[in-house]
């Protein structure tokens, strides 16, 4: 079959899409740093423990302007339908590779729609949490210190939540479908990737 | 990673295992103990930790208290808090000698995220170790006391170290050697304890007998203890009644933790073995071709 590509991110859309994706690697390394005292070495990466203190809020708040982006640039894509609750029910054809079973979808499924409304919502717990324990005292107002060990807890939570979501994430748009990746870095995807995946979406692309 | 510079026997270092070794030599616990009773409000104590630890002076004014400074910072680790209240028709002054209590389940040492930044000494002296200290200041959340402070230049915390540099010479601390009425003693925490009961039974003769011993179990007792005069007034002493050294640790978050590690690596277990399963799924004008 002869290959020809259909336009699918556009350039501010990959830019953003990679500030957050890299941004959040760095925040999750410095992060478990901070967590777990056996992976302190991480801090290594970034130049040593006071520098990943120093580096890990400026991260933080790249990553939160990138979603604030993100959202924006993606949200009229990502309202859920009809067919999505029937493609969620269809999840086990989906996991086995058995498309004739999945309902088809268009430019976004229900499993990308919630990875998008997950790390949103997650994002804007981790921003909130975060400030206080980035300044504990802020305008010469000390935060109370069970307060601040609330924050770290819920702050805890939501990376883990986000960081459970970005091994699917990585694994579905690396390996497990291939011909995905390159569309987050020249924007274009084969058509026989968009019949695979997004059949509606590529219907609505060719006309045909 | 330096630990410290001096030859006291380690006990707890923060974000690390437990100690290496069990100690060969008896290190007896010490303590300073506060006899609040004695105290004048005279504040050479202040004067002799700053002379001692060379601390800069801080500019401070007169807010309507003969309290010097309104709190501590990074260049003053001990405060004498001045508080005026009205006790069945009288006025009494109470004064507190705020600084490092020197725990002996020191909250600030169980959420350090950092390894040797806090090193627990077996003699009880909680230190932090500035050159190990990243300032994320977990600590000072930690600390059930509220006594580390951080310095915004340096980006690091500080606070008393019961004048480590003395007291591993065989000398007292500063503040204990300047006191002018004995109000502060220092010696073995044993011996602290027999002189704190002496002291409460010559209070309670002259009619104090709300007095008590400042030793908090929730820390699991301190290594600076006071012999309070009016025991019912802790809260207008500034002593927290039933201080926790747990509620910031690493260990309260660690069940958490171990939970979310096991979930992050069941994650990446679980797509290696689904990729095993049902490999990729490929269309067909990829490289590779069909599945």
Excluded at chain 2, 21 to 44: F, H, M, T, W, Y
Excluded at chain 2, 169 to 195: N, R, W
Aim: net charge neutral.
């Amino acid at each position: 079959m002869k290959r020809t590509e259909l336009q699918r991110f556009t350039y501010a859309q990959r830019v953003v899409h990679w500030v957050v994706g890299l941004s959040f690697l760095l925040l999750l390394f410095t992060g478990l740093a901070f967590s777990y005292p056996s992976l302190f070495w991480l801090t290594a990466l970034v130049g040593g423990g006071p520098a990943a203190r120093a580096i890990h809020p400026v991260a933080g708040f790249v990553f939160s302007a990138g979603l604030v982006f993100m959202f924006f640039m993606w949200v009229k894509d990502m309202f859920i339908s009809k067919t999505d609750i029937e493609w969620a029910k269809a999840i086990k054809a989906y996991a086995s590779h058995d498309r004739a079973n999945v309902p088809p979808t268009g430019k976004y499924n229900a499993g990308q729609k919630s990875f998008f409304w997950v790390q949103i919502v997650l994002g804007a717990v981790l921003l909130l949490t975060g400030i206080p324990l980035w300044a504990p005292a802020w305008g010469g107002k000390d935060f109370s210190g069970d307060f601040l060990n609330l924050m770290r807890f819920l702050h805890y939570l939501a990376a883990l939540g986000g960081g459970l979501f970005l091994i699917i994430h990585v694994y579905l748009g690396t390996v497990a479908y291939p011909g995905t990746l390159i569309g987050m870095i020249n924007g274009r995807v084969s058509q026989g990737w968009a019949k695979l995946h997004h059949p509606l979406w590529a219907k609505e692309k060719t006309g045909s | 990673m330096k630990q410290s510079e001096n030859s006291l026997s380690v006990k707890r270092v923060s974000a690390s295992a437990e100690p290496m070794a069990p100690g060969i030599r008896q290190n007896p616990e010490i303590a300073k103990l506060v006899d609040i009773s004695r105290c004048i409000g005279c504040k050479a104590c202040e004067v002799a930790c700053k002379a001692w630890n060379d601390l800069k002076a801080e500019e401070t004014f007169n807010f309507g208290s003969y309290q010097s400074h309104q709190d501590l910072s990074a260049d003053t680790w001990l405060l004498m808090r001045f508080n005026e209240i009205e006790l069945n028709g009288d006025i009494h002054w109470l004064i507190k000698k705020d600084a490092c209590l020197h725990c002996e389940e020191p909250g600030c040492l169980y959420a350090c995220p950092s390894p040797g930044a806090i090193v627990q000494y077996e003699n009880g002296i909680v230190d932090f170790n500035q050159e190990n200290c990243i300032g994320c200041q977990y600590c000072v959340a930690g600390c059930p006391f509220n006594i580390p402070r951080f310095n915004k230049e340096t980006r690091k915390v500080y606070k008393c170290n019961l004048c480590i540099d003395r007291v591993e010479s065989g000398l007292e601390p500063a503040c204990v050697k300047t006191c002018p009425t004995q109000a502060i003693s220092y010696g073995t925490k044993e011996d602290m304890h027999f002189l704190a009961n002496e002291k409460l039974k010559v209070l309670s003769e002259r009619g104090y007998d709300k007095a008590l011993i400042y030793d908090p179990e929730g820390v699991g007792g301190t290594h600076m203890m006071y012999v309070v005069p009016h025991g019912d007034q802790l809260a207008a002493y500034h002593l927290p009644e039933h201080p926790e050294a747990m509620r910031g640790a690493m260990s309260a978050l660690g069940l958490f933790k171990q939970i979310g590690a096991y979930m992050f690596g069941a994650g990446l277990l679980a797509t290696a073995l689904h990729f095993l399963a049902v490999g990729p799924d490929r269309p067909d004008d990829e490289q590779g071709g069909s599945r």
